[in-house]
Nanobody
Framework: QVQLVESGGGSVQAGGSLRLSCAAS????????MGWFRQAPGKEREFVAT????????AHADSVKGRFTISRDNAKNTVFLEMNDLKPEDTAVYYC?????????????????WGQGTQVTVSS
């Protein structure tokens, strides 16, 4: 079974930066895309960013455009989320996900595999 494991979360002050990583392990896989979602207390899980594996084409939620950047290391089967100028409203558990078959990549149900999440806390 494929496992996705997030790391790099933590606590930062507003304006700070974090870099999240999501490493895939287990059996071989061939994701069409990988993405990041987040869920804050009392809120629904929301799309953050996605990247098409073979091309590197990406999309980011309006709320993070210009601040967050998704990228991948093809050789290491790892996806990253570089987060800059963090704001308190970015506080959430961040989840990595892989989509085997594509679909609407801003929708969580398009993804087949999910990580356990990593906490990001931004204080004012």
């Amino acid at each position: 079974q494929v496992q996705l494991v997030e790391s790099g979360g933590g606590s930062v002050q507003a304006g700070g930066s974090l870099r999240l990583s999501c490493a895939a392990s287990g059996r071989t896989f061939n994701y069409y895309a990988m993405g990041w979602f987040r869920q804050a207390p009392g809120k629904e899980r929301e799309f953050v960013a996605t990247i098409i594996w073979i091309s590197g084409g990406s999309a980011h939620a309006d709320s993070v455009k210009g601040r967050f950047t998704i990228s991948r290391d093809n050789a290491k089967n790892t996806v990253f989320l570089e987060m800059n100028d963090l704001k308190p409203e970015d506080t959430a558990v961040y989840y990595c996900a892989g989509a085997q078959f594509g679909g609407i990549l801003t929708v969580a149900t398009s993804y087949n595999h999910w990580g356990q999440g990593t906490q990001v806390t931004v204080s004012s």
